[in-house]
């Protein structure tokens, strides 16, 4: 069932928003233990909002999303229920504050069954870095499910929701997207607010929608989007009306095919699904257009100067001190900064603090932080002259399908090469999109990207609406 | 491109994060393959660059100067491991 | 100046002054000072997890204000940036503040010096940024406590040129720039309540020579006279050191008022890597050519020129413009009790003299004087009208400084009013001459001077209500016709 079925479901009351919620909460209750996909699952809360629902839904005053069950990524504070990032350091920490993208969900009626699965503090791109244990991929539960948003793409491809918010740093909603065979979008920066989601890098960190297609995204995104107060880098721009957007013919469309995202090492099934893609695309009325992004393999170096540069400073607040893990009986106040950041942080956490610090430091800021913010024009500078060409770019979304548990760990090089075709969309603040379009030998999901100029979601969306009325890619789904 | 162990104990000061002595030569090799990895960018000439710092090119919004009383103490200092006397506690500062 | 005169100072001041917005610099919390700990603060000041700034517009407003008040360029473009150190009190881990694109350069302020002449004193920049919380030691067994009431407080750092050369000068510089600011009403200028907080760099040279010595920079001097004492004693103590062969070692240290001495801070741990970054939570700042015109339009009158202005069109001494023009607060009750009618001159003399000289023996500010400056001007009126004379009016004002009251009710009265009925007078004076026949002789005699004693009995027997003017001339007429 899509979001869109189930919306039409409820509002012709065949079925109550209780009865779909305690549904999914029975699921949760099953499957969760196997998957991990929910650090929280909020019962009471759940219940409550669904009979709050089913009131709206009777007395005439539903949206959409009202009586929809939905995940949310463990960044997002809501108010009194615990918000954990991730991370020991958070796991007891319950927000006197609610995120602006719940507060929305909230008002549109929608029902938060509870807080999904993410990497630590949402760096990762495995979900292995979880305080809580790793989430597994439902297609293969010895994989992982991509990162950071994990918890949220998993609890999709397993059936525990109807839609999950993800968060997008560096391709954290896209890449798991791909992995486990959903729709993700990450939107323009600034175009869903900032305010109360848990910062990991500031100037590239944004939330948006994971759904089962991008019919059901396009609710969602509509429902978080627009220009909130109390985010100053929110784009103060209208919303449009991404449901009535979506299209099925895409003539006229030229779709750029960057030759920097086909090494000549690319898995040969992702390049053979693409391949099948852009076809499908040009019987839909597009045109295919080769251009260059000649700076893309300056993305992963500029990226991993500046998020943890600005994860090295956004982490400081972490101090044991208003809130969070304080270590026992501190000796002195440089014992309790330093054992309480050292005891609640995990590995990688502190690792890019630490590459962070160092770049920020005396002597290095020229070298390294001002670097990358110029490369990181340069490479934004490739998009903008793309489109002066296109409408939309076409990559992969990932260079592998879904590797298994353990397998990066230990190597984080070979961890941030995972996200090299979606790393540039962030630097750039370009909205972007993965969609299902195949799947490799042993049946796991094959993803593709789709990258539009700023603001230009509705593109996005519609041509991802054409795709999968024209594919079934996205309707598979894993053995329960 | 190998940094100093002392350099790496260094940054750890200034992070406020403590690094065993028997995980530092480890981490001082991550971060040194890392480092290595992001200087390709000096492959590039970035003379003429303005540096980015923002996504999106817009200027700053202002709000109001308004009192917006939210009374919110005892909520605000729910959170903290340790409160006095409406106080967040810490270890005694000395300057 | 006692400092050995073969080396001159190179003295620098950064101001910090808190602006008096009614809310945080980024968050819509109170400012008001001394309420209950922890009772204004929220997640965004507080520091909470995804919680975001939000730029307090009337903070803009002032720092332009204060720009264009010191002549500054005023940059199209500025930018926030995180300067990052971590101490109980900073929430955030980083301060807000400006680094390299800050919202003023090159500004100037001009200072007179002791012996009278003029000196401009550049300002290299002003920036805008957060004040930290405070921390609470004493009487707290082994712990310290943090309230964050004053988190998020907008502060200007005002950061001038070195080009300041005597503790004189930098007194005369905090006392100018405080006046502008009060003027400006941006800020209380309150040192010892730390709404105005100043720190010093200084260095010694020998004259003649152009390289900089090596500098200190001196903390906690909370009142101008500290600021003085301060740099008197640090160039006293460098040059010491020079003179016996050591070096200056660059370090921060505090003063200590109690004992007149400074030492140095305790070296904070990596305290000089700040790892300044733009703040990526904030867009650039870009204030239009018109929104700093409309600033313009409304600045009030500054010191400097409403001291000229006093010289040249109210013909004030360049001493009392001076004295008149030191804070907003004379200068408003000068040109209100001019408002009454009162000559300026005249009026300017009554506040230099009688009401500031009462003021200091009782140590109270002009604020708290209970003369309001209508009734001093109306006291003025009453003088130029004829219907009291000086010698009254110094009685009325004693009155009205005491109470409060209106000069005309105080006359009422006490029955001060002066007497200038011509047919009264006259009566007096006939009953005075008969009472001093021997005087008449000697003034008729050419003794002229006993005409003072005779004025003198006349005002005696009025209790001084009779108009002198009136007396001379009747008593004049009466003696020579």
């Known amino acids: 069932m899509t979001l869109v079925q189930a919306a039409s479901l409820l509002r012709t009351r065949q079925i109550s928003a209780q009865e779909l919620t305690t549904a999914f909460l029975e699921r949760i209750q099953r499957l969760n233990p196997i998957i991990n996909a929910f650090i929280t699952v909020d019962h009471e809360g759940a219940m409550q909002a669904a009979k709050q629902a089913d009131a709206r839904l009777n007395n005439g005053t539903a949206t959409p999303m009202t009586g929809i069950p939905i995940g949310v990524k463990d960044l997002f504070c809501t108010e009194n229920l615990t918000t954990t990032c991730g991370s020991k350091m958070l796991a007891q920490f319950r927000p006197p504050y609610e995120s602006t993208v719940t507060r929305k969900l909230k008002e549109a009626g929608a029902v938060i069954l509870g807080k999904t699965n993410m990497d630590e503090f949402a760096m990762g791109s495995s979900n292995e870095t979880s305080f809580f244990g790793p989430v597994k991929n439902p297609w293969d539960i010895s994989r992982i499910p991509g990162g950071s948003s994990g918890g949220s793409a998993a609890a999709l491809a397993a059936q525990l929701a109807l839609a999950t918010i993800g968060s997008d740093t560096g391709g954290s909603i896209r890449q798991p997207a791909a992995l486990t065979g959903i729709t993700g979008l990450k939107p323009t920066y600034g175009r869903v607010s900032r305010s109360g989601m848990i910062a990991f890098a500031s100037s590239l960190d944004q939330a948006g929608p994971m759904a089962w297609s991008a019919a059901d995204a396009a609710m969602v995104l509509h429902t978080i989007a627009g220009y909130d107060p109390l985010d100053s880098t929110s784009i103060q721009a209208d919303v449009p009306d991404y449901v009535n957007a979506l299209a099925t013919r895409m003539d006229g469309i030229r779709i750029g095919i960057p030759t920097e995202y086909r090494p000549d090492n690319l898995n040969a099934e992702i390049q053979k699904a693409l391949t099948e893609a852009e076809q499908t695309f040009r019987d839909l009325g597009a045109s295919l257009v080769p251009i260059s992004l000649p700076h893309t393999r300056y993305a992963i170096p500029t990226y991993y100067i500046i998020a943890p540069a600005e994860a090295s400073s956004n982490l400081a607040r972490y101090d044991g001190i208003r809130f969070g893990y304080r270590c026992d009986d501190p000796k002195d106040l440089k014992d309790m900064y330093t054992r309480s950041r050292n005891e609640g942080f995990g590995a990688e956490v502190k690792r890019r603090i630490m590459l962070g610090t160092y770049v920020l430091s005396s002597g290095y800021y020229d070298a390294y932080y001002r670097k990358a913010q110029k490369v990181r024009r340069l490479i934004a500078d490739d998009f903008h002259q793309a489109f002066q060409h296109v409408d939309l770019i076409l990559t992969p979304t990932t260079p592998t399908t879904a590797f298994p548990l353990g397998d990066k760990i230990d190597d984080p090089i070979a961890m941030y090469l995972s996200d090299l075709f979606t790393i540039s969309v962030n630097l750039a603040g370009l909205p972007a999109m993965s969609i299902p379009c195949g799947a490799d030998q042993l049946g796991l999901p094959i993803g593709m990207q789709m990258i539009a100029p700023i603001l230009k979601e509705d593109k996005l969306l519609s041509a991802a609406h054409a795709f999968q009325t024209a594919t079934p890619w996205h309707q598979r789904k894993p053995e329960p | ?95 | 100046m006692s400092h050995d005169p073969l080396y001159e100072m190179v003295i620098g001041l950064e101001v910090h002054a808190q602006m008096r917005t009614r809310s945080k610099i980024f968050c819509g919390c109170s400012t008001t000072f001394g309420a209950e700990a922890n009772t204004q603060i929220c997640p965004v000041c507080a520091a909470f997890p995804g919680v975001l700034p939000v730029l307090n517009t009337e903070l803009v407003q002032m720092a332009i204000k204060t720009g264009l008040a010191v002549h500054g360029k005023i940059r199209e473009k500025s930018e926030f940036s995180r300067k990052n150190y971590f101490y109980p009190d900073l929430p955030a881990g980083y301060q807000i503040s400006q680094f390299e694109l800050p919202i003023i350069e090159q500004g100037e302020l001009t200072i007179e010096r002791d012996d009278g002449s003029h000196k401009r004193i550049g300002i290299t920049r002003i920036h805008m940024e957060v004040d930290a919380g405070k921390s609470l030691h004493e009487g707290i067994q082994g712990a310290s406590w943090i309230d964050l009431n004053r988190t998020g407080t907008p502060l200007l750092e005002i950061v001038s040129e070195p080009d300041l050369s005597t503790p004189q000068e930098a007194g005369a510089y905090l006392k100018k720039l405080r006046a502008i600011l009060r003027y400006l009403q941006v800020c209380d200028g309150n040192m010892e309540e730390g709404s105005l907080r100043c720190d010093a760099n200084v260095s010694v040279r020998r004259h003649g020579h152009t390289k900089l010595g090596t500098r200190t920079e001196l903390k906690n001097l909370n009142s101008i006279r500290n600021v003085m004492r301060a740099i008197e004693y640090e160039a006293n103590r460098q040059i010491d050191i020079l003179e016996s062969g050591g070096s200056i070692v660059q370090e921060t240290r505090l003063w200590d008022a109690n004992i007149n001495a400074s030492r140095p801070m305790r070296n904070k741990e990596e305290a000089h890597d700040y790892r300044y970054f733009p703040e990526p939570d904030l867009p650039p700042l870009v204030i239009t050519q018109q929104r700093i015109d409309a600033v313009a339009q409304h600045l009030p009158e500054l010191p400097d020129a409403k001291r000229q202005r006093f010289v040249r069109d109210l013909g004030l001494s360049e001493y009392d413009a001076g004295v008149l023009t030191a804070t907003r607060e004379m200068a408003m009750f000068f040109e209100e009790s001019v408002q009454q009618g009162a000559h300026p001159k005249t009026a300017a003399n009554w506040i230099s003299v009688e009401l500031l000289g009462r003021l200091n023996r009782e140590n109270l500010e002009i604020e708290q004087s209970k003369v309001s400056p209508n009734h001093l001007g109306r006291l003025i009126t009453l003088i130029q009208n004829n219907e009291i004379s000086g010698k009254i009016a110094k009685q009325v004002f004693d009155i009205m400084f005491e109470t409060g009251a209106n000069p005309e009710t105080i006359v009422q009265e006490h029955g001060l009013k002066q007497v200038s009925d011509t047919g009264a007078i006259e009566s007096i004076i006939a009953q005075v001459l008969a009472d001093n026949p021997q005087q008449v002789q000697q003034y008729r005699e050419g003794k002229t001077k006993v005409m003072g004693f005779l004025v003198g009995q006349v005002m005696k027997a009025t209790q001084g209500k009779a108009n002198p003017t009136a007396v001379n001339a009747i008593l004049q007429d009466k003696l020579t016709g």
């Open chain 2, 1 to 95: 491109m190998s940094i100093p162990i002392e350099t790496v104990r260094h940054v750890a000061a200034l992070a406020r994060l403590h690094v065993d002595e028997a995980t530092l030569p480890a981490l001082t090799e991550q971060l040194s393959n890392i480092l290595n990895l992001v200087n390709q960018l000096n492959e590039l000439d970035t003379q003429d660059v303005v540096p980015m710092s923002h996504a999106v090119d817009m200027p700053t919004p202002e709000r109001p100067d308004i009192v917006v009383n939210t009374q919110r103490k005892e909520a605000l200092l729910a959170n903290a491991p340790d409160v006095a006397q409406g106080h967040f506690q810490v270890p005694k500062i000395i300057e």
